[in-house]
């Protein structure tokens, strides 16, 4: 059974740069031709598609984000990350990393539990 | 952008009660629309995908329809557990993949 996890600081800066990685595990990263994701969800509020990274290193970005956001993975640790570069309390949220089916299928059927990251001083 | 309207915001409902949730996309997504369910503190668990397949797990209770700008998921007899919020996502506008704002499902 794939599973994924996230890890990083719990706490940033305003300003500073929010990092986290995804370590995925039952499963090689490699394997198949899915796309990593990562999403986030603010408290009480609904959830934002951040971006995605395909082994070969292709990214997508969400536009809103794409200025700040650098995805990039690690085939040989089974693990992909995320950078946010000058966060704000508007960046505090949820941080899900997820999996998707590739070939169009968009959708996310394997997540992480979620890492909260605030942001604050 | 595809905005992903959901209705209502909240449904308050008895243990038993047939419900249907409202999915409504700003422009056409074909077919290409998920349904997730999330309880508190948990991730979301994707129950349907393609409009109306449902995902490896999900019960039969749980169905999905629709096509283009107007999709339902409906939970034909509502169980405890099903008390959660719903989210649908599209995928067709690859590649900004958008989620609804959710419907919450709560104890009437």
């Known amino acids: 059974q794939l599973q994924l996890q996230e890890s990083g600081p719990g706490l940033v800066k305003p300003s500073q740069t929010l990092s986290l990685t995804c370590s995925v595990s039952g499963g090689s990263i490699n394997s198949g031709t899915f796309y990593w994701n990562w999403i986030r969800q603010p408290a009480g509020k609904g959830l934002e598609w951040i971006g995605r990274?395909?082994?070969?290193?292709?990214?997508t970005y969400n536009p809103s984000l794409k200025s700040r956001v650098t995805i990039s993975v690690d085939t040989s640790k089974n693990q992909f990350s995320l950078k946010l570069s000058s966060v704000t309390a508007a960046d505090t949220a949820v941080y899900y990393c997820a999996r998707d089916l590739g070939f169009g299928e968009w959708y996310f059927e394997y997540w992480g539990q979620g890492t909260l990251v605030t942001v604050a001083s | 952008d595809i905005v992903m309207t959901q209705s209502p915001a909240t449904l308050s409902v008895s243990p038993g009660e047939r419900i249907t949730l409202s999915c409504r996309a700003s422009?056409?997504?074909?077919?290409?629309l998920a349904w997730y369910q999330q309880r508190p503190g948990q991730a979301p668990r994707l129950l349907i995908y393609d409009t109306f397949t449902r995902a490896t797990g999900i019960p039969a209770r749980f169905s999905g329809s629709g096509s283009g700008t107007e999709f339902t998921l409906t939970i034909s007899s509502l169980q405890s557990e099903d008390f959660a919020i719903y989210y649908c996502q599209q995928y067709n506008n690859w590649p900004l993949l958008t989620f609804g704002g959710g419907t919450k499902v709560d104890i009437k």
């Open positions: 422009q056409s997504v074909s077919s290409n």
């Open positions: 990274i395909y082994t070969s290193g292709s990214t």
